[in-house]
């Protein structure tokens, strides 16, 4: 805390100020903060409270009375509306006798269903905003002379970012320092290449694309590293200015929902019709004589009409989406979109990269070879325990002339000083990495080999050529106390780290004990023979090598800025001088090769990318299961050769590519997708930031990656684990399988009502519901058509769309996206389904009514109780069968209480509307026998066996048959 900034009064940042035209000290100054320590914590939340959360303003929420009211403004509502005012016009013009009873219930109705509109919508729209808390952008910064991330959100003017390859600018800032910094700020200014960076201080006003010594909100660092102090945040930002022009902001409709919103378009005039239609029929079989009896016409049509459509479907579709969601973040996979999820399911290849994903990402060094001999190194992860063993012997226990001795430039001390990873100790006693854990590796085997101490006293970091992925090496230039000239200065030299075939190009020497000899075509042979060894051993290979630099050297190679980033700077890694190569290995993950056995069940293809030596990645992939015996690795440079029909060849026979660059990824995305497959691409670093938008499903590092993978990508893995993917494209599959489910329950249940409806109209004679002086004829009233909607629609589809998994998902063969939510089988089944329904609700009418098929002696009143009964038995019946197309709705039964309660729900309440007086009085209904309940029961079951027999004939005919799911993955609600 003695470090931080103890500046108590810091000038407000001004929108008009041009801080490009300010010195970088006066400007921290100015705004109050240390440029070497940053503000304190104290002083941040001050600053917060201050200036408010760094993000730019969204649409204000929408008002609670908004959302009720819009509850009401579907026009099938508006309709029902206006029936309820012509029903009580006409109770008052008929004299007003008692309660106009049908309104009153249509209207209680009506609330009632408002009210579950209002907070399903509620808890989607919390889900969702939930998700977004998730994958919120976090930000590096200094306070109390420490360095740490926080969300960016809570990024205040005066704090001191530091900026990295792959960060997302969090803020307007003005940089106070910079080494290789190049920002991609397409999105503020549309320049399509990186802005090299500088913190000279500019002489006079510019345009915001040529205003070098600031970063802005939103951009990107592609390369380099600098630190910078926030100038501006939120609104206050450039960002800020351009959000302030945009009047609104359209979201985009997913495939889902479109698809959805489409079939309650066609359903919706569809029924329209058929409610016309009904009407007509009943106003021509009716005795129409009042006013009111035409009411109750146009009430049983207008209620139909309600019943049929599923209004409710949109609300129960994104609440079944977010909360599916969030039970896959809870699993370590957030995904950011609820679009992704149709598309995870759909998943035929999985592109992953191998170091953290497929391996443990515990680096950990376990070879190294020079000319003068070999080591190997104990220990495993790490805690830097373990020794550096010559023949079986501690190093430190010996005096032989090697490579690994506190010499000039060593192989390890050399890897550690051209590294920015730092190992520190947890308070629990573990041990975890800040930085590269490839990097981390040398840090630790320095450790162990007791040259960490020595190193530090004697060698000070001056300069970096930092690392790219194009050039796969960095170097830094460093102090040798140790060594100094006649005239004092001491020795400048730069150390190189990188892959071994790269840094093989830059050596011209190589060292040998304390002598330095020239490098010839023998030993670069050697060099090779050694690296593919390891390679073959599943090591991943790096190599060291030194220039001392002649006086003056390094300051002729600086640019302006102070940086190396000019040719001068990259000139000073040629000419070097090899010390020697290590041996690094990442385990394999133990679930790793689990999930690439499940995703293989699952007719998932998965394809190894990665940076790595090609047998390196061949071995790990053979071990994992990813390839067989005999199968081969391609590397990048082979497929730079290759034109598209080459590639679309090699992509469909090899599942390891290596040593490839991430315009590489592009092009195998691009091939995979030509040949019809729907790919899921891994990536972490900034220049993965394409791959991962043009994959069908990006997938972003959640550890190691940067903010703008984080960013770019569908999907974070927060452990970084490839069973994760396959876990979540399990996931996906049961979420999209359970909107299969309650969108067949809804459609087929609405179909029983408008089927019972349109067939008790045109076959009434035959039915025995005319002659009994009832004005309208009809098989069921407007109010028990609008009951059934409101109790057996939207509890039991929401239990469904959080049903666990009923039969195995896996075992199936990734679903095309052209393949409609809602196919031809499937709407045969919603179609057959509801015949049977109305086919036996009407048998319960006619059971019970003289004159019909089958004589009854009941009244009018309590046959259609039966029928009314029957039908709302018959759908909680269909729930069940709901759960599966083709599995029988015995297997797995109770695995979801919420459904059953909810079928219990149901049942109780339909007990209710028929025995209590108050709601007969308001349904129309009369009490029934327990023999009539029974029969009623007897019925509706003929829906439950009709479906299963269906169900046995579609499995005969090479449906799946029913698969338990492997228990080691949970349903989709816990």
């Not at 790990?620 to 082979?638: D, F, K, N, W």
């Amino acid at each position: 805390m003695g470090h931080a900034a103890s500046f108590s009064t810091p000038v407000v940042a001004d929108q008009e100020r041009d801080w490009a035209l300010v010195d970088g000290p006066e400007v921290a100054t100015e705004l109050g903060t240390d440029p070497e320590h940053g503000l304190s914590s104290a002083e941040a939340a001050t600053r917060l409270a201050q200036h408010g959360p760094n993000e730019l303003d969204a649409e204000p929420p929408e008002p609670a009375w908004k959302r009720l009211a819009r509850q009401f403004s579907d026009p099938l509502i508006h309709l029902l509306l206006a029936a309820i005012v012509i029903s009580v016009a006409a109770w008052w013009f008929e004299g007003a006798q008692g309660l106009p009873v049908d309104a009153v219930v249509i209207l209680l109705i009506v609330v009632a269903n408002a009210i579950i509109g209002y907070v399903q919508e509620g808890k989607a729209a919390d889900a969702v905003a939930a998700l977004q808390r998730m994958s919120e952008v976090t930000a590096g910064v200094v306070r109390d002379g420490q360095q740490l991330r926080v969300p960016a959100t809570e990024v205040v003017p005066g704090d001191l970012l530091v900026l990295a390859e792959g960060d997302s600018v969090p803020a307007d800032a003005r940089l106070l320092r910079a080494s290789s910094l190049q920002v991609a700020e397409a999105s503020l200014t549309g320049e399509s290449q990186p802005v090299t960076k500088s913190p000279a201080t500019l002489a006079e006003h510019v345009p915001l694309g040529d205003r070098t010594n600031m970063v802005f909100k939103g951009t990107a660092v592609t390369q380099g590293l600098g630190r910078a102090v926030v100038t501006e945040t939120g609104m206050g930002t450039e960002m800020g200015h351009i959000a302030r022009m945009l009047n609104e902001t359209e979201q985009e409709s997913t495939p889902l929902e479109k698809e959805i919103a489409g079939v309650g378009k066609v359903l919706g005039r569809s029924v329209i019709v058929i409610a016309l239609v009904v009407m007509g029929a009943v106003a021509l079989t009716s005795d129409i004589r009042t006013a009111q009896d035409a009411v109750d016409v146009l009430l049983l049509g207008v209620s139909l009409a309600v019943a049929a459509v599923p209004e409710g479907l949109p609300a129960i579709l994104s609440l079944v989406l977010s909360i599916g969601v969030q039970a896959m973040s809870r699993r370590n996979a957030i995904i950011k979109s609820l679009s992704s999820v149709e598309t995870l399911g759909s998943a035929s290849v999985i592109c992953s990269d191998k170091t953290g994903t497929l391996t443990r990402n515990e680096m950990t060094m376990v070879r190294v070879r020079s000319r003068s001999g070999a080591a190997e190194i104990s220990g495993v992860g790490y805690a830097p325990e373990g020794d550096v063993l010559v023949e079986g012997s501690p190093l430190l226990e010996q005096d032989p002339e090697l490579d690994l001795r506190e010499e000039d430039i060593v192989v390890l001390s050399g890897g550690t000083l051209a590294s920015d990873a730092e190992v520190r100790q947890e308070e629990d006693g573990s041990w975890s990495v800040i930085g590269d854990p490839t990097e981390a590796a040398f840090v630790v085997a320095e450790q162990k080999a007791g040259l960490t101490q020595r190193r530090q006293e004697r060698f000070t970091r001056i300069g970096e050529v930092p690392f790219t992925s194009d050039r796969k090496m960095m170097s830094v230039v460093v102090e040798d106390a140790d060594h100094t000239d006649a005239e004092g200065r001491v020795q400048r030299t730069l150390v190189a780290k990188g892959a071994p075939d790269v840094l093989l190009e830059h050596c011209t020497r190589a060292r040998e004990g304390e002598r330095v000899v020239d490098l010839t075509a023998a030993d670069r042979e050697q060099v090779e023979r050694d690296v593919a060894e390891m390679s073959d051993q599943a090591l991943r290979t790096l190599a060291v090598a030194y220039r001392p630099l002649e006086p003056g050297e390094y300051e002729a190679a600086l640019a302006g800025d102070g940086s190396l980033d000019g040719e001068a700077g990259l000139a000073l890694e040629e000419g070097l001088i090899l010390v020697g190569t290590v041996g690094i290995i990442d385990p394999p993950r133990t679930e790793a090769a689990e999930a690439v056995a499940e995703a293989h069940r699952a007719g998932i293809r998965v394809v190894m990318i990665t940076g790595d030596h090609p047998a390196t990645a061949l071995r790990i992939a053979q071990e994992l299961g990813i390839v067989g015996q005999g199968a081969r690795a391609v590397a990048g440079p082979e497929l730079d050769g290759m034109d598209d029909a080459q590639l679309r060849e090699v992509v469909r026979e090899v599942s390891v590519f290596a040593r490839v660059a991430p315009e590489h990824k592009l092009q195998l995305i691009a091939a995979l997708q030509a040949e019809g497959q729907i790919v899921s691409m891994t990536g972490d670093g900034v220049n993965d930031a394409p791959a991962l938008r043009k994959a069908d499903i990006g997938v972003a590092m959640g550890v190691t990656g940067t903010e703008v993978s984080k960013q770019a990508a569908d999907m974070i893995l927060v452990d970084d684990n490839f069973s994760t993917i396959v876990s979540a494209v399990r996931q996906g599959r049961v979420i999209f399988a359970n909107i299969r489910k309650f969108l067949r329950y809804l459609l087929s249940s609405n179909m029983g009502e408008v089927l019972t409806m349109f067939l008790g109209v045109m076959l009434a004679e035959y039915l025995g519901l005319t002659g009994h002086g009832e004005a309208v004829v009809a098989p069921l009233l407007a109010t028990q058509i609008l009951w059934i909607n409101l109790v057996t629609d939207s509890a039991p589809a929401l239990a469904m769309g959080i049903d666990p998994e009923t039969e195995d998902v896996m075992a199936a063969r990734p679903r095309p996206l052209s393949e409609r939510v809602i196919n031809t089988r499937m709407w045969t089944g919603i179609l057959t389904i509801g015949l049977v329904m109305a086919v036996v609700t009407l048998l319960a009418l006619d059971m019970e009514l003289p004159g019909g098929l089958v004589e009854g002696h009941q009244s009018v009143e309590n046959a259609r109780t039966a029928a009314f009964t029957t039908l709302v038995l018959a759908q909680l019946f269909n729930a069940l069968n709901s759960r599966s197309e083709t599995v029988s709705a015995f297997h797995r039964l109770f695995t979801n209480r919420w459904l059953w309660l909810s079928l219990a729900f149901g049942l109780v309440s339909q007990v209710a509307v028929v025995h209590v007086p108050f709601l007969q009085a308001a349904f129309g209904t009369e009490a029934l026998t327990l023999d009539q309940w029974l029969k009623c029961l007897a019925l509706a079951s003929c829906v439950l066996w009709f479906d299963e027999l269906r169900k046995v004939v579609l499995r005969w005919r090479g449906e799946p048959a029913p698969a338990e799911p492997t228990p080691r993955l949970e349903p989709a609600l816990t």
